[in-house]
């Protein structure tokens, strides 16, 4: 069973940038598509990103150009780049697959934009 740890949040300023890094403690070559999610206080969990098994991505429209997210097999580990954060883009930020499965979801790791 993979189990997802999320890392890599914190506090950044606005327009700043952060990585995170999500590392599955089994496999990911089963899983076709991998996707980070967010949630932030108040709203509901909302889809952030996805990466298939052979590298495509798409991404929300409130993040693309921003955000990019890749996925690296043989270190079975999904990662998000971002860059020009803003205030709206603190949340809670979770890797699971796409669809998510409940069993899949994480501790998540927190990213606060703020100056």
């Known amino acids: 069973q993979v189990q997802f740890v999320e890392s890599g949040g914190g506090l950044v300023q606005p327009g700043g940038s952060l990585r995170l890094s999500c590392a599955a403690s089994g496999s990911t070559k089963s899983i076709s598509i991998l996707g980070w999610y967010r949630q932030a206080p108040g709203k509901q969990r909302e889809l952030v990103a996805t990466i298939t098994s052979g590298g495509s991505t798409s991404y929300a429209d409130s993040v693309k150009g921003r955000f990019t997210i890749s996925r690296d097999n043989t270190k079975n580990t999904v990662y998000l780049q971002m860059n020009s954060l803003k205030s709206e883009d603190t949340a809670v930020y979770y890797c699971?697959?796409?669809?998510?499965?409940?069993?899949?979801w994480g501790q998540g790791t927190q990213v606060t934009v703020s100056s």
């Open positions: 699971n697959s796409r669809p998510p499965l409940s069993t899949l």
